[in-house]
Antibody
Framework: QVQLVQSGAEVKKPGASVKVSCKAS????????LHWVRQAPGQGLEWMGR????????NSAQKFQGRVTMTRDTSISTAYMDLSNLRSDDTAMYFC??????????????WGQGTLVTVSS | DIQMTQSPSSLSASVGDRVTITCRAS??????LNWCQQKPGKAPKLLIY???SLQSGVPSRFSGSGSGTDFTLNISSLQPEDFATYYC?????????FGQGTKVEIK
């Protein structure tokens, strides 16, 4: 079955960077985009961007452009989201999710368990 | 960016009740509308895609409808495991955007 397993919780200081990983299994990694979505404590879901694991190309929300880098390593079916210049309001749970497109709306059909990133001095 | 507005923000209901949640897009998104359910401390789970298609494994008491700008999620008979927060989101155009969520609580 499709599984996305994310790296563990991180605590970072303001101004630092964090790199979250998302290891995929149960499907062909290069066949589906992977998206990143975050959720601040007690808040809603916020789309950050997506990566094409086949080409490595990515798109990100304007809010994160210049701070977010999405990469992948196809040899180990793993995607990475790197967020730099962290601020306290980046404290959130970060999720990766598979974009499944078979016609229709192409939803996010499988999600990782989430990685809590805490930014604190 | 397309704004997604859900209503209500929260509701209280009893087991067995019929529940309706609405989602409105700030511009037409055709049927590129998805619904997911999130329980505390867990990842979201896809319920409905393409506005009205039931994701595999999701109980048939969940249904979705709508197109263009107005959409609805219905739960025909609320079960104890359905108490959660529900989000709509559009996958029509980037940036993908989510509604603010509707929390369904026990009355």
């Amino acid at each position: 079955q499709v599984q996305l397993v994310q790296s563990g919780a991180e605590v970072k200081k303001p101004g630092a960077s964090v790199k979250v990983s998302c290891k995929a299994s149960g499907y062909t990694f290069t066949s589906h985009y992977l998206h990143w979505v975050r959720q601040a404590p007690g808040q809603g879901l916020e789309w950050m961007g997506r990566i094409n694991p086949n080409s490595g190309g990515s798109n990100s929300a304007q809010k994160f452009q210049g701070r977010v880098t999405m990469t992948r390593d196809t040899s180990i079916s793993t995607a990475y989201m790197d967020l730099s210049n962290l601020r306290s309001d980046d404290t959130a749970m970060y999720f990766c999710a598979r974009h499944y497109c078979d016609g229709g709306s192409c939803p996010l059909d499988s999600w990782g368990q989430g990685t809590l990133v805490t930014v604190s001095s | 960016d397309i704004q997604m507005t859900q209503s209500p923000s929260s509701l209280s209901a009893s087991v067995g009740d019929r529940v309706t949640i609405t989602c409105r897009a700030s511009q037409s998104i055709s049927n590129y509308l998805n619904w997911c359910q999130q329980k505390p401390g867990k990842a979201p789970k896809l319920l409905i895609y393409s506005a009205s298609s039931l994701q595999s494994g999701v109980p048939s008491r969940f249904s979705g409808s709508g197109s263009g700008t107005d959409f609805t999620l219905n739960i025909s008979s609320l079960q104890p495991e359905d108490f959660a927060t529900y989000y709509c989101h559009q996958s029509y155009i980037m940036p993908w955007t989510f509604g603010q969520g509707t929390k369904v609580e026990i009355k």
